[in-house]
């Protein structure tokens, strides 16, 4: 197994641009979950996903999209990018319990 | 809500000494528990997890973490730190719920000097 695959590994977008950040996991987890981690701040929760077809937002989701058609996939779509999504994101998935698994995760550069 | 408090943002220790990393968290009741440690430029790696039972936890390592329900405390331990274990640290904490979703302390950053 892959387990969570993210990609791609960095990215620089221009203001206003818009991206889709890829997750997917082969692990056949049920839930996902993107984070945003910034410097001293941890990683705070965007959106997660308790399977396919169900999205729900954390507690960072302005600015953000998901979208969740198979259980495999979880992508995060950026529209209008911001200095302020300067971040490095993660996705995480588990298959029915609290102990989630990580990508390795997407640096993103907005300027 | 449950929240979670890493009071030290960062720790500088001697290769060979002990080191010692605080985590408390705020919940009404016993919440799942977690220290995750993540190496410059990489994703976050599980060191070891509190459901019940035994109190003290043994992680990969060599880390182990004591839960105190009368401090609402998880803190790490290693008894002796390699130059590999300089890493970022993160608590992290989960009530259980059925969306599993976690809360994470801001992180402790660790030194190892040689």
């Known amino acids: 197994n892959a387990g969570v695959t993210q990609t791609p590994k960095f990215r620089i977008l221009k203001i206003g641009q818009s991206m889709t950040l890829q997750c997917t996991q082969d692990?056949?987890?049920?839930?996902m979950y993107w984070y945003r981690q910034d410097p001293g701040m941890g990683l705070k929760l965007i959106y997660y996903?308790?399977?396919?077809?169900?999205?729900d937002k954390g507690e960072v989701p302005n600015g953000y999209n998901v979208s969740r058609s198979t259980t495999e996939d979880f992508p995060l779509r950026l529209e209008l990018a911001a200095p302020s999504q300067t971040s490095v994101y993660f996705c995480a998935s588990t298959p029915r319990g609290p102990e989630q698994y990580f990508g390795p995760g997407t640096r993103l550069t907005v300027t | 809500a449950q929240s979670v408090t890493q009071p030290d943002i960062h720790i500088t220790v001697s290769e060979g000494a002990s080191l010692e990393l605080r985590c408390n968290y705020s919940?009404?009741?016993?919440?799942?528990l977690f220290w995750y440690v993540q190496s410059p430029g990489q994703g976050l790696q599980l060191l070891l997890k509190?459901?019940?039972?035994?109190?003290l936890v043994q992680g990969i390592k060599g880390f182990e973490a004591e839960f105190k329900r009368s401090q609402s405390s998880f803190n790490l331990r290693k008894p002796s730190v390699h130059w590999s274990d300089a890493a970022e640290y993160f608590c992290?904490?989960?009530?259980?719920?059925?969306?599993?979703?976690?809360?994470f302390g801001a992180g402790t950053t660790v030194t190892v000097r040689a």
């Open positions: 509190y459901f019940s039972g035994d109190t």
């Open positions: 992290a904490v989960g009530p259980g719920t059925n969306d599993y979703k976690l809360s």
């Open positions: 692990m056949n987890h049920n839930y």
């Open positions: 919940y009404g009741a016993t919440p799942y």
């Open positions: 996903s308790v399977g396919a077809g169900i999205t």
